[in-house]
Every structure is written in structure tokens, then in C-alpha cells.
């Protein structure tokens, strides 16, 4: 990419805890954040990636009416590792126009709509609690951060179901680049809701076990939530985004291509743009959902671009598949992989699936890393991988 | 300033059925007269897709294709990426998934499960036409179209490549109608170029987009539309399009200014 593009901030709070001390702990120590289904409200046969302390969490004031469990998390999300300060800082070096807020999510505050409808069923109207542009309205997320954070820069939000949060960095990237913004807010946060656990469920997608990607064994996902947020600036840090890829299926709404055409393409088009040859990249982290057609989808994509001999895992088995929010998550990931040389495991998975090919990497291990590729796949066939670069001697 | 070149247009609402038609309708040369939305599938999709897919879907495939035909061959061939704008999603689906789960025992369909999230437009969009560039789907509530415009020129300007921008919003059903009272389906299309592509026979006009200032504009619907019909045709975010729509029916240096959050997006549209 001609003009470089850096991370200079980030944070994560997910099923490992909020903050990136969590985080790294637990990609070190190959923990778990997964627990047996406790989402009283959704008792579905399963496991989940729950982030505690999300209904404890209060907005401010004048956003009340922002209230859901979605912007509660993403205003928990905010408070970690001196993000809102990152950000105070930007708006008082670049103003408030310049900018930008690009987020991602897959369901926004649906939960409250969900509890909500059930009132209608009973009493014929809305109850008053139900804001639905605060709180259904996809842009409710990004509305909510740029209020919370005074900025007033350019601002959407991304909903390409499982790719959301990847995709806001190709968005920022663009802008940054096209000079409309000196710094771009992206990220993502997506939360536990009945539409999804039942709706995966009814998709006979989701494990009634932890999650085990790439394992013989796997039948399904662990549904996570999650908030992540990253500052893109041009001023330096040792975290660039080297590069980013975009592509379509083409092919089914609810299933990946058999081969990973898409996959591959979104692949070979981030190495395209960072102008790196596939033997460059020390590590992937994959998609990786542990369903069955997803991973050897995956399997063969990444096969066909990086052959059979780079290193790659996925962290949904730590995480949970947050949705909305999985681009950002493992983007933090990968960015905490760089800084602090380390591949993540995938302690889950107890016998890797022979019929698959890929390196996948089951214990965590120290390794210098300069290059790691984040993939994220979603419904609808939409693709997005993102390259990471770590500055400076590794 | 980003500069884009404007090669087609799609566009269906109440009395709009296609570019073709709207033209001298926009330019009031012929009167506004009120007509329902078709609401059929189009036939870009495969038989299976066309029973599954959804109101949304239908709406924004319809103006997407009508864009695609409208432009020259070399188009489909080189793949434009697509940038889908939508406010808000399919109420019915929404319903229907929010009846299921109100169930003592929630039972989700899958394919309305596959069907609620804001990407299944560009799902079935690539799956008709065998795109395979990326898509992007957003939502900025009632800016969305300014969003979108901003987001696809960004695409064409710094990717040199053409995009495929849909603004869509279908009306609301009850009881979602009484949250967010959209009465009207709107969509519009308008496949973008960059200034380095090779000129078209197509090219319609050249767009220069400004984002600056907030400058407080009233809000006035363009004067072909009798004042009857303002009220349902603002209910829909998606009508922000006919603005500059309007101004490309008659390109004479016309400036259309759209609110986006707090800013204007300023596009001046010229012949070229």
C-alpha cells in the first residue's frame, strides 16, 4: 500500500477477559474463555464465549437510550488498555471531523428487540424501554461510539455477517488514504442474542461441545461476543496493516465454497497489496469455526495459496465465533502475536482431521513473527483477509 | 475532492420503474404519476434464489441489474466491487424470526435465518451475476446514502476499479412499521468508474465529491413530485438518491448537497 497505515492504539474484551493482558495471557497458556451455555435466556445445548460483566455495565447519561447489551459491551470494550484516551488524544490532534468511526456488526442490539417483541405479543404495543434506533438500527453501534467519544468524522457501520469487522479496516484504509480522515475508530462488537443461538441451531451449526477447529471430530461452533477497537493513523507504530483483501463466494448463501474460491481470492489479494510473496507470512489466523464445511473450505484455499507448510491456528476455540466482532478480535490477535512473538494454539483440538492439510497448530509456542494473516468468512460468501506487519527488529 | 464517472443508473419506486422512464419525469417534462411497486424477483436469479429470496433482495437486485444492463458490456467484465446502502433490513423477516423465538419452544427457519442479515442482497446479488469482488454492505440510518456515495467513490478512487453502489430501503410491515414508518420501497443504483478507465459510450456524467462543512440546507423534495406524495417518500432514507438523480437527469453543473451526520456531502454533478 502506498502510504503506510499503523495501528496505534487497540483493544479487545472478549470470553478471555477484558483488555489485552487477558487476551495474551490466555493465547500463551492455550486457555479457554468457553463455558457451558448459562444464557438464561437462550438454553440452548451449547457452549458459549460470554463476556462477564456486560449487564453491570451503565452508558452515560445522555446516551441512555443507547442501552443495550451491545453498546454496553462496547462501552466496556472502550474503557480497556487507555483506548479512550488513544482516541481523546486523535480528536485533539487531528478535530473531530477528521475523525472517522467504521464498525462492525452482525445483530447490533437485537437481544432488546427480542425481549421487547414478547411485551408487544402480550399487551398489542411496544413497550417504551425499546429505542429502535438506539438500539436495533445497525448504525446504533457506530452512533453510539462517535457520540460517546465526540467524534465527527466520517461513520457507518459495516454487517457482512462473519467479515463485518475485517472489512471496516479496508474502509479506514481507503479514507485514511484519500485524505478524508487523518485517524479512523474501526472495530467491531456483536453480543449473545436468541436470533443467533437459535438461528445456528436451526442451521444444525453450533457444537454442542467446545468448539474444536480443524479437529475430525468437529460438529459445529461456539457462539462468542466480543468488543474490539483499533486507531488507523499514518503516524508510526510497530503494528502496520500491510495489506487487506475483499472478495465474494459467488456461490451459496449459508455455505462456503466447497474449493474456498472466495477464500483464495481474498487471500491472494491482501498479499497483492502488501506486496508480499506467500513464503513472507509467518503465520494465519484462520477462520476456523470448527463446522465441517467451513474448515476444509479453508483447508483448500489456504492450500492452494501458501501450500502446506506455514503455520496457521484459529482462536475460536478460546473465543467463541464472535460474529460481527471476529475481524476485530483476531486482528487484536494477530497484532498481539506480532508484538509479543507467539503462535497461538488451538487446545480444544484433540485429534487434527487427516483429511486436512494446513500446519494447524495445536499448542501454543514462542516464534518471531513480521507477518501474520487474519482471515474472516461469512454468510453470503463474503470474504476479508487482513495483513498484519510488525516494525522494527523482531 | 474524489472525482467519479457515472457509466448507469438503476431506479425503482412508487412511479419510477426504470432510468429510462424516470428521465423525463425528473426533468418535468412529463407529469409524476403514482404506481405501485412490482415487487417480483428479478430475473437475473436463479429459479431456487427466487423463491428463497427476500423483499430486500428483490428490490435491491432489481435497480442493481437494471444498472448493470444499462451499462456498457465491458462492465460485467470487469467485475466492479458493489456497495450495498441500507438503512434497515427486512421488517418481515425480522418479524417472522421475532414470532418464532417468542415460541415456548423457538423454532428459527433456517433460510430466514440465512436471510436477516444485511448482506444477503450482495449474497444473492453475486450469486446471480458470479461477481466475486468484495461487496460491502452499510448502514447509516437515514445518511445512508451519503454513506454509501462516500464509501463507493473512496473504492473507485483509491482502487481503480469500477464500483456498483445500491441505496435501497423497503417499506415496513406492522409491527415494525410503528418503529421506523418507511411506506414506501426505494432503490437506486449507479455504477461508478474511475476517472482512468478508458471513456464509454455510456458515461452519463462526472461526479466531484466534497465533504465539508455542515451547511444547513432545507430540506426540499425535488419539485417533480407532487406534495402529496412527500410525506411517504421521505419516509424512506433511500429517496436521499432522487436528489442526485434529479440532477443527473439534466447535467448542467448542478451542485446537490446530502447530510452525512453533521457534514455535507457535496456532489457536483457535471456533463462530460
Redesign the interface.
Known amino acids: 500500500m502506498s502510504a503506510p497505515i499503523f495501528m496505534t492504539a487497540f483493544t479487545a474484551t472478549s470470553a478471555l477477559g477484558a483488555g489485552l493482558d487477558a487476551t495474551l495471557e490466555a493465547l500463551q497458556s492455550g486457555r479457554s474463555g468457553l463455558r457451558a451455555n448459562d444464557f438464561a435466556a437462550a438454553p440452548v445445548d451449547t457452549w458459549i464465549g460470554r463476556v462477564d460483566g456486560i449487564e453491570q455495565e451503565s452508558l452515560p447519561d445522555e446516551l441512555a437510550d443507547y442501552t443495550c447489551r451491545n453498546n454496553q459491551l462496547a462501552h466496556l470494550g472502550l474503557r480497556q488498555d487507555g483506548f479512550l484516551e488513544a482516541v481523546e488524544q486523535a480528536r485533539q490532534r487531528y478535530g473531530a471531523q477528521r475523525v472517522g468511526v467504521l464498525l462492525g456488526t452482525s445483530t447490533s442490539g437485537i437481544f432488546e428487540t427480542e425481549m421487547a417483541f414478547r411485551v408487544y405479543r402480550a399487551q398489542g404495543a411496544w413497550p417504551d424501554s425499546l429505542h429502535y434506533r438506539e438500539q436495533h438500527n445497525l448504525f446504533s453501534l457506530s452512533d453510539f461510539v462517535r457520540r460517546r467519544l465526540g467524534l465527527a468524522g466520517p461513520s457507518h457501520v459495516i454487517s457482512t455477517a462473519c467479515s463485518s469487522s475485517a472489512k471496516v479496516f479496508a474502509s479506514a484504509a481507503r479514507l485514511l488514504r484519500q485524505n478524508l480522515c487523518d485517524a479512523v475508530l474501526v472495530g467491531g462488537v456483536d453480543t449473545l442474542a436468541l436470533t443467533t443461538l437459535y438461528g445456528f441451531s436451526a442451521l444444525e451449526l453450533v457444537s454442542a461441545r467446545p468448539c474444536r477447529p480443524w479437529d475430525a471430530a468437529r460438529n459445529g461452533i461456539s457462539i462468542g461476543e466480543a468488543a474490539g477497537f483499533a486507531l488507523l493513523e499514518r503516524r508510526e507504530s510497530d503494528i502496520r496493516l500491510a495489506g487487506y483483501g475483499e472478495s465474494s463466494d459467488a456461490y451459496h448463501m449459508s455455505t462456503p465454497h466447497p474449493q474456498g474460491r472466495g477464500a483464495a481470492q481474498a487471500m491472494r489479494a491482501a498479499l497483492r497489496r502488501a506486496q508480499l510473496a506467500p513464503e513472507q507470512i509467518d503465520y494465519i489466523n484462520l477462520h476456523g469455526t470448527g463446522t465441517p464445511s467451513n474448515d476444509a473450505a479453508e483447508d483448500k484455499a489456504v492450500l492452494e495459496v501458501f501450500g502446506n507448510a506455514l503455520p496457521c491456528s484459529s482462536t475460536k476455540g478460546a473465543t467463541g465465533h464472535t460474529l460481527g466482532a471476529a475481524g476485530i478480535m483476531e486482528a487484536v490477535i494477530s497484532a498481539l502475536c506480532l508484538r509479543h512473538g507467539v503462535i497461538p494454539g488451538a487446545g480444544n483440538t484433540e485429534q487434527i482431521d487427516p483429511q486436512l492439510q494446513a500446519d494447524f497448530v495445536r499448542a501454543s509456542r514462542p516464534a518471531p513473527l513480521r507477518h501474520v494473516l487474519s482471515n474472516s468468512f461469512g454468510f453470503g460468501g463474503n470474504n476479508c483477509s487482513l495483513l498484519f506487519a510488525r516494525e522494527g527488529a523482531c | 475532492m474524489?472525482s467519479v464517472y457515472v457509466d448507469s443508473i438503476g431506479l425503482l419506486a412508487p412511479g419510477l420503474s426504470d432510468w429510462e422512464q424516470a428521465q423525463p419525469v425528473l426533468r418535468r417534462e412529463v407529469p409524476y404519476v403514482w404506481d405501485a411497486v412490482p415487487s417480483a424477483a428479478p430475473a437475473i436469479l436463479a429459479p431456487a434464489e427466487r423463491r428463497?429470496c427476500i423483499a430486500t433482495a428483490r428490490l435491491a437486485l432489481t435497480v442493481a441489474h437494471q444498472a448493470l444492463q444499462a451499462g456498457a458490456p465491458a462492465d460485467l467484465a470487469a467485475q466492479p466491487?458493489?456497495v450495498f446502502a441500507s438503512?434497515?433490513?427486512d421488517s418481515q423477516v425480522?418479524a417472522q424470526?421475532?414470532?418464532?423465538?417468542?415460541q415456548d419452544t423457538?423454532?428459527?427457519?433456517?433460510i430466514r435465518?440465512?436471510?436477516?442479515?444485511?448482506?444477503?442482497p450482495?449474497?444473492?446479488w453475486?450469486?446471480a451475476?458470479?461477481?466475486?469482488?468484495?461487496?460491502?454492505?452499510?448502514?447509516?440510518?437515514d445518511d445512508?446514502f451519503a454513506?454509501?456515495l462516500?464509501?463507493a467513490a473512496?473504492?473507485v478512487?483509491?482502487?481503480d476499479m469500477a464500483c456498483l453502489l445500491t441505496v435501497s430501503d423497503v417499506c415496513f410491515q406492522p409491527?415494525?412499521f410503528?418503529?421506523?414508518p418507511i411506506a414506501i420501497d426505494c432503490g437506486a443504483a449507479l455504477l461508478l468508474r474511475p476517472e482512468s478507465s478508458t471513456r464509454s459510450l455510456a458515461r452519463l456524467a462526472r461526479l466531484d465529491i466534497v465533504?465539508g462543512e455542515s451547511r444547513p440546507a432545507p430540506h426540499v423534495f425535488p419539485a417533480w413530485l407532487p406534495a402529496q406524495y412527500v410525506e411517504k417518500f421521505v419516509s424512506n432514507p433511500a429517496v436521499r438518491a432522487l436528489s442526485l438523480l434529479t440532477a443527473l437527469a439534466a447535467p448542467a453543473g448542478q451542485i446537490v448537497e446530502l447530510d452525512?451526520?453533521?457534514?455535507t456531502l457535496s456532489v457536483r454533478v457535471s456533463a462530460c
Open positions: 474524489l428463497r466491487a458493489c438503512s434497515d433490513g425480522i424470526i421475532m414470532e418464532s423465538l417468542a423457538p423454532d428459527v427457519s433456517p435465518f440465512a436471510n436477516s442479515v444485511h448482506n444477503a450482495a449474497g444473492y453475486s450469486i451475476t458470479g461477481l466475486m469482488q468484495g461487496a460491502t454492505c452499510l448502514s447509516a440510518y445512508s454513506a454509501g462516500l464509501e473512496t473504492q478512487a483509491d482502487e409491527p415494525f410503528d418503529l421506523r465533504l452525512y451526520l453533521g457534514q
